[in-house]
Antibody, heavy 114, light 107 residues
Framework: EVQLVESGGGLVQPGGSLRLSCAAS????????MHWVRQAPGKGLEYVST????????YYANSVKGRFTISRDNSKNTLYLQMGSLRPEDIAVYYC???????WGQGTLVTVSS | DIQMTQSPSSLSASVGDRVTITCRAS??????LNWYQQKPGKAPKLLIY???SLQSGVPSRFSGSGSGTDFTLTISSLQPEDFATYYC?????????FGQGTKLEIK
């Protein structure tokens, strides 16, 4: 069974940093591109970032470019999102999703507040 | 970036109704269009990929059509479990932008 489990969310001060993780199981992780998508409270889905299967290519939404870094460790079947210079507008549930967006995690909530 | 525009933003319908949701891309995306269903507090669920292919396990009352810039999601006969928010997403190029969503409510 395919499973994606996010962790690492929480409360952080404006300007602070946080690293999200997404642990994958039930499929060959190294064969798939992976994505992060977020959803602010009461709002729609917003694409955040993509990393290729072997990690050599990354893509970012303009809203996070230069502040967030996506990475992966295929030996640990884990996807990461390093978030820096966090702003109140980054408050959201962050989801990881498998390449074709066919499987999603349950999400982890990031709150930015002083 | 490719902009995705859904209409309507919200829709009231009754069980058994046929419902159509439209998604328009700001440029041609061929057939690179996904549709998702999301219920409150849950992750999105993939319904349709490459515009018209039904994801495994999704009921056949859901169908998708279109190519280029204009796409539709149709639910042939609404069931109680279909009341949710629906999103389109282009998978043609990065960033993989989403539509703003269509909230389907019970009339």
């Amino acid at each position: 069974e395919v499973q994606l489990v996010e962790s690492g969310g929480g409360l952080v001060q404006p300007g602070g940093s946080l690293r999200l993780s997404c642990a994958a199981s039930g499929f060959t992780f190294s064969n798939y591109d992976m994505h992060w998508v977020r959803q602010a409270p009461g709002k729609g889905l917003e694409y955040v970032s993509t990393i290729s299967a072997n990690g050599d290519r990354t893509y970012y939404a303009n809203s996070v470019k230069g502040r967030f870094t996506i990475s992966r460790d295929n030996s640990k079947n884990t996807l990461y999102l390093q978030m820096g210079s966090l702003r109140p507008e980054d408050i959201a549930v962050y989801y990881c999703a498998r390449g074709p967006f066919d499987y999603w995690g349950q999400g982890t909530l990031v709150t930015v507040s002083s | 970036d490719i902009q995705m525009t859904q209409s309507p933003s919200s829709l009231s319908a009754s069980v058994g109704d046929r419902v159509t949701i439209t998604c328009r891309a700001s440029q041609s995306i061929s057939s690179s269009l996904n549709w998702y269903q999301q219920k409150p507090g849950k992750a999105p669920k993939l319904l349709i990929y490459v515009a018209s292919s039904l994801q495994s396990g999704v009921p056949s009352r859901f169908s998708g059509s279109g190519s280029g810039t204009d796409f539709t999601l149709t639910i042939s006969s609404l069931q109680p479990e279909d009341f949710a928010t629906y999103y389109c997403q282009q998978s043609y190029s990065n960033p993989r932008t989403f539509g703003q969503g269509t909230k389907l409510e019970i009339k």
